[in-house]
Nanobody, 118 residues
């Protein structure tokens, strides 16, 4: 059974920083595109950033310049460093693993709450 185990969420003041982590197995981490998504109350889940096994990176406009996605291949762990956090960043953040070949497969973590509030 595929597991994506997230950690690092919490309550932070506006302008603060948090780092999210997502640990998984080598068989997933070495092949799948890894990403972070978020879902705010009453809104659809949206992409935050994703990184391929070759470290190609895409960011959504919402986090570009403030968020940094990275991966540690030795630890099979994905990270999201979030700086200059805003109240509108408040959401449940989900780790995602996805591949499209030879067939589409996708896995999700359980989610971690990030709350930005004074």
């Amino acid at each position: 059974q595929v597991q994506l185990v997230e950690s690092g969420g919490g309550l932070v003041q506006p302008g603060g920083s948090l780092r999210l982590s997502c640990a998984t197995s080598r068989s997933i981490f070495s092949i799948y595109v890894m990403g972070w998504y978020r879902q705010a109350p009453g809104k659809q889940r949206e992409l935050v950033a994703r990184i391929t096994s070759g470290s190609s990176i895409n960011y959504a406009d919402s986090g570009r310049g403030r968020f940094t996605i990275s991966r540690d291949n030795a630890k099979n762990t994905l990270y999201l460093q979030m700086n200059s956090l805003k109240p509108e960043d408040t959401a449940v953040y989900y780790c995602n693993a996805q591949r499209t070949w030879p067939q589409f497969l996708e896995y999700w973590g359980q989610g971690t709450q990030v709350t930005v509030s004074s």
